[in-house]
């Protein structure tokens, strides 16, 4: 199993914890899908990125036929690609509140 080489860190500002989660909506232009990642971070730190992540999710502008779906919360897991990677929807469901 390939792992980077290195491991990826939280992207809030002065934390030093691993990335458990990514932050991530589906995307599609009707023709190609993707996972649009909002963000990488800690536990400490999902609930804080997932309203962000929601907010600019609302804010942001599609190309007609375009879709992005509202961000959910994904378990990373080194060496694993986004189409396999874990939807948490019972932690979005607590953390929404
Ligand atoms: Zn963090």
Redesign the pocket.
């Known amino acids: 199993m390939p792992m980077p080489p290195y491991p990826i860190?939280?992207?809030?500002k002065g934390?030093?914890?691993i990335?458990g989660y990514k932050i991530a909506g589906r995307w599609s232009d009707g023709v190609q899908s993707e996972l649009k990642t909002f963000a990488l971070?800690?536990?400490?730190?999902?609930p804080r990125?997932l309203h962000t992540s929601r907010a600019k999710h609302k804010a942001s502008r599609l190309a007609p036929g375009e879709t992005l779906d509202p961000p959910g919360i994904y378990r990373m897991e080194r060496g694993r690609r986004d189409r396999i990677l874990e939807r948490l929807e019972d932690l979005e469901k607590k953390l929404e509140g």
């Open positions: 860190y939280c992207i809030t934390c030093k914890n990335a971070c800690c536990e400490e730190c999902l990125w």
